[in-house]
């Protein structure tokens, strides 16, 4: 079977499987899948038996996609995903989103844990992402392309939207959430980045920086999707403080701002 084959028989289970209609999906990074629980009428499919979906081995990810409600709109929750650093290739860290667009999905929420570069990005901060630099070495969209997915060569002025940006922060007023905005750059990992990538990074405008995303955000918008990122910065990046970085410390303070994150993406579900 084709690429293209794989993605329409993993769309076609999930329509089977009453996935389909889904107002938003919300892909939930490292810490960040606590949101999944608050889903109502949920039903929890395991990766593992969703036809071709690749199923992560990242602590902090839980690996289920929840179909459900949130503030009464449709909701497919991805709990959990997987990342070049893993061993996959982009195709396989992308599935996701390419199964997404064949069921029709029109809007993406893309949230990571991510390491803080600029002073305004401290740990504990939410940050909107509001354009992204990819430094993985490699793009989603190389090889052959899938007329049926979408164009050869997509616009990316505007990979994020202006208006679910907007969104996002009339619901932070709201709650009267502090909210941050910058740049994410994206880098391949799974090794920490060294205290002069992180200066480099700086100068190149970045905000945030994480393993993550940037190809996802890349194939969505490919395939016609709207996307909305929001990055929990997690810790502070190399080389801002001499302690050295710990994954434990990422799931740690996504674990203490869980209420914030959860009460942030419901009211922007709210809003859609």
């Not at 990766?47 to 949130?70: E, F, K, N, Q, R």
Request: glycine share 12%; hydrophobic share 45%; proline share 5%.
């Amino acid at each position: 079977m084709s690429y293209f084959e794989h993605v329409t028989e993993a769309a076609d289970w999930l329509r089977g499987h009453g996935c389909a209609g889904a107002d938003v999906a919300i892909v939930l990074g490292s810490g960040l899948g606590d949101f999944a629980n608050g889903v109502g009428d949920a039903r929890s499919i395991p990766y593992t038996d969703i036809p071709h979906w690749p199923a992560s081995s990242v602590i902090g990810h839980a690996g289920t996609l929840v179909c459900g409600t949130v503030a009464g709109r449709r909701v497919l929750a991805l709990s959990g995903r997987v990342h070049v650093y893993e061993g996959h290739d982009l195709h396989t860290v992308t599935f996701a989103m390419r199964v997404l667009g064949r069921l029709g999905v029109p809007r993406v929420v893309l949230t990571n844990a991510a390491g803080g570069i600029s002073p305004n990005c401290s740990r504990g901060a939410l940050m909107v992402i509001d354009d992204h630099i990819n430094l993985m070495g490699h793009n989603p969209l190389v090889g052959a392309n899938d007329e049926r997915f979408g164009v050869r060569f997509p616009d990316m002025t505007h990979v994020y939207s202006p208006k679910l940006r907007a969104m996002a922060d009339d619901t932070a007023r709201a709650l009267e959430l502090p909210l941050q905005h910058g740049v994410y750059v994206a880098v391949l990992g799974p090794s920490y980045e060294t205290p002069a990538e992180i200066r480099a990074f700086r100068r190149l405008g970045a905000d945030a920086v994480g393993m993550s995303t940037a190809p996802e955000a890349i194939v969505a918008r490919h395939m016609g999707m709207e996307v909305l990122g929001i990055s929990c910065i997690s810790n502070a990046a190399a080389g801002v403080f001499p302690e050295p970085l710990l994954h434990e410390e990422v799931m740690a303070t996504t674990q203490q701002v869980k209420g914030q994150f959860i009460a942030l993406l419901e009211g922007i579900v709210g809003r859609l």
